[in-house]
């Protein structure tokens, strides 16, 4: 199933249950007094951020989301039955928009819950409009309406680290090597366009795939991948050794992240990494890290197969993310 990182559903928080007319019937005497009950607050609708970056994708075919109505108010003075609140998860760094009244929450910590529809109120019975003038009131009211909205909801991974760069510039092998993720690695862009998360000495790297798959073709997939690497607090950018002109994959890469929103891609820290060292002669790899290391100060060069540099890359990780 395709990754899903944008999604609009509708949502409805439950009505509340009518305030009834009831009256005592006590023994011989019709009317002894008013008896009505409230009509029960109609049920909420809640949100909750889960560690399940692939959920979106199970809530495309569903269209509506309904919490319980409240129940009617029942006699003897019984309130009616609260309406059952619904609960939808949604993957930790979702982003939602109501768009009925513009609010936007962001859903960050895992297990965080937030009422997003408020269920309409029960009304009033007969019992409650009992008073010292009108022992025998007639009157009740409606249940009000819950609160209902179309909710947009737009995914931004939350990682502290971004590994971007072409297709095939060998990051999802990279989170792989640092990591131990299992991501699936392909020599073909369009293999992997799901993004890989991996656990790295308590903090989280994600391969960003399709950053630049398609953007430049316009095929309009890397785009949207961007907004992906917003939160993250340092990008690692792979350049593949084995390619013709790495300075040039560099730079393409650098105009797309120029192009996002305000710019703020931009200004994130990052590290260069040279990828696949064991495809290049040493004396042309140092040539072409002289010229990154002009651009960048910090420039690491690596190869999946190279145990020791693999290792260097992860320490400085460790050092620089904490
Ligand atoms: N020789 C060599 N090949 C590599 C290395 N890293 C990745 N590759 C290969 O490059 C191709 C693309 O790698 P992948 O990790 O899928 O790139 P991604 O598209 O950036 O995620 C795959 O065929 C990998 O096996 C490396 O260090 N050395
Ligand atoms: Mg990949």
Redesign the pocket.
Known sequence: MAFVDELIIYARAGRGGDGVVRWLHLKGKEFSGPAGGNGGDGGSVYLCAVRDIGLLARYRGAKSFEAGDGGPGESASRDGARGEDIIIDLPCGSMVRNRSTGEVFDLVLEGQKIMILRGGRGGAGNAAFKSSVNRTPRQSTPGSPGEEAGLEIELRLIADCG?I?????????????LTRAG???????F??LDPNLGAFFGHTLA?I?GLI?GAAEGKGLGFKFLRHIARTKLLLH?V?L?SADPVKDYTAVRAELGQFEDGSLEQKPEIIVL?????REKKEIRQIADKFRAIEKKVYV?????DDSIKKLQDSLISLLR
Do not use: F, Q, R, W
């Open positions: 590994i760069g072409l297709p095939n510039a060998g990051k999802t092998s990279l989170l792989n090597a991501g699936k690695v392909g020599a073909y862009p293999t992997t391969d795939p798959e792979c593949p084995d990828t696949k060292s064991d495809t690596v190869s999946v197969l190279d």
